[in-house]
């Protein structure tokens, strides 16, 4: 499963309907939507991506109604007034979601900087000879290619 797989599932989770007209939230209800799509995975390999299983949780608690401990329970919460401000609600929890699921991938990137970059000061790479050019490639699409083939690995 490439990145821009993970995102399309993500995308597909962050629109998800709260009204439930795609019907009960489980993980063979989201394989089934992937399919309509054109591809598809196995819930288990949806649930080893941890931003889609964790994506995942935040719709289904937010599809049962937020947080069933509170003191105010589901049966006593009052229904949104305005449906637009229902929408714009759901979108800005949504985009607050993204954020910190971005934020968590920007900690990993710059955790992996801070260890190349040890690591080559250890090795004796100076910083010239990491930021040298790559050399010129004959065809540019087999540059994406060969980049394509070490992503999916």
Request: charged content about 30%; proline content about 7%.
């Amino acid at each position: 499963m490439r990145d821009n797989d993970v995102g399309r599932v993500l995308d597909l989770l962050n629109s998800w309907p709260l009204d439930r007209s795609y019907g009960k939230l489980t993980w063979d209800r989201l394989v089934e939507r992937l399919g309509e799509s054109g591809r598809t995975w196995s819930r288990q390999t949806l649930c080893v991506k941890t931003e889609i299983a964790e994506a995942f949780q935040r719709l289904k608690q937010a599809l049962r109604g937020g947080d069933d401990n509170s003191p105010q329970g589901p049966a006593d919460r009052e229904p949104p007034m305005d449906p637009a401000l229902d929408l714009l609600q759901r979108k800005l929890e949504n985009q607050r979601a993204e954020n910190e699921q971005l934020k968590r991938v920007l900690r990993g990137h710059e955790e992996r900087f801070i260890r190349y970059q040890y690591n080559a000061q250890r090795h004796g790479v100076s910083i010239d000879e990491l930021a040298m050019p790559l050399p010129p490639s004959p065809d540019p699409s087999s540059v994406a290619e060969r980049m394509n083939k070490r992503i999916v690995q």
